[in-house]
Nanobody, 125 residues
Framework: QVQLVESGGGLVQAGGSLRLSCAAS????????MGWFRQAPGKEREFVAA????????YYADAVKGRFTISRDDAMNTVFLQMNSLKPEDTAVYLC??????????????????WGQGTQVTVSS
């Protein structure tokens, strides 16, 4: 079993930055694909970014490419999401997720086994 706890959300003005963290505990973290998703009220859960084990590859949704950066620190069992140039449409609950496989789908929620509770990000215009 793996527990994921997100932190770092908050209220920020458009154009600002936030850094989200996701701390993992339980089973070894380094072999998992880790992802960030977001969900706004009334909308489906949406892929944001993912990172493979050993940071061998990273993936981003088109909506955040060039603005967000995903990274991981396996020694700290933590994955990060640096969010720059935030826009009001980035407002959502951001959720961290862990997938047992190091290959295959990375942008679909059903590829992930473990989920955090989420952290709210609100971007004001």
């Amino acid at each position: 079993q793996v527990q994921l706890v997100e932190s770092g959300g908050g209220l920020v003005q458009a154009g600002g930055s936030l850094r989200l963290s996701c701390a993992a505990s339980g089973r070894p973290f380094s072999t998992y694909t880790m992802g960030w998703f977001r969900q706004a009220p009334g909308k489906e859960r949406e892929f944001v970014a993912a990172v493979r084990p050993s940071s061998s590859a990273t993936y981003y949704a088109d909506a955040v490419k060039g603005r967000f950066t995903i990274s991981r620190d396996d020694a700290m069992n933590t994955v990060f999401l640096q969010m720059n140039s935030l826009k009001p449409e980035d407002t959502a609950v951001y959720l961290c997720a862990g997938a047992l496989r190091s290959y295959g789908n990375y942008d679909k929620p059903n590829a992930y086994t473990y989920w955090g509770q989420g952290t709210q990000v609100t971007v004001s215009s």
